[in-house]
């Protein structure tokens, strides 16, 4: 099963930015489908966002509504990770940030630990 560890959450301003990261084990990627999720506070698991998601064939990449022109998914074979690149971050984006890797084939997902994200007023 591959291995996902997430980095780079923190305290910020709003209208700062946060990257983050999720190294993972994976050393291909065609058999995946990428995301970044978010659980805001109090949420359940069952209700995790995906926010930015790529797929690992073909490299097309989705996100939310909301987070459109803010936010900017890419994964560098080369370092084997997943990042997210995050502009203008409002309060209510505060939430903890997880890297998801859906197998294509059997759509079980991993997910690693999250990293929290808490953005000040």
């Known amino acids: 099963q591959v291995q996902l560890v997430e980095s780079g959450g923190g305290l910020v301003q709003a209208g700062g930015s946060l990257r983050l990261s999720c190294a993972t084990s994976?050393?291909?990627?065609?058999?995946?489908?990428m995301g970044w999720y978010r659980q805001p506070p109090g949420k359940d698991r069952e209700e995790r966002e995906l926010?930015?998601?790529?797929?690992?064939?073909?490299?097309?990449?989705g996100y939310a509504d909301s987070v459109k022109g803010r936010f900017t998914v890419n994964l560098d074979t080369a370092k084997n990770a997943l990042y997210l690149q995050m502009n203008n971050l409002a309060p209510e984006e505060a939430a903890i940030y997880y890297c998801?890797?859906?197998?294509?084939?059997?759509?079980?997902?991993?997910w690693g630990r999250g990293t929290k994200v808490v953005v000040s007023a």
């Open positions: 994976a050393r291909t990627f065609s058999n995946y489908e």
């Open positions: 926010v930015a998601s790529i797929m690992g064939r073909g490299g097309g990449t």
């Open positions: 998801g890797f859906e197998t294509a084939k059997t759509r079980v997902v991993t």
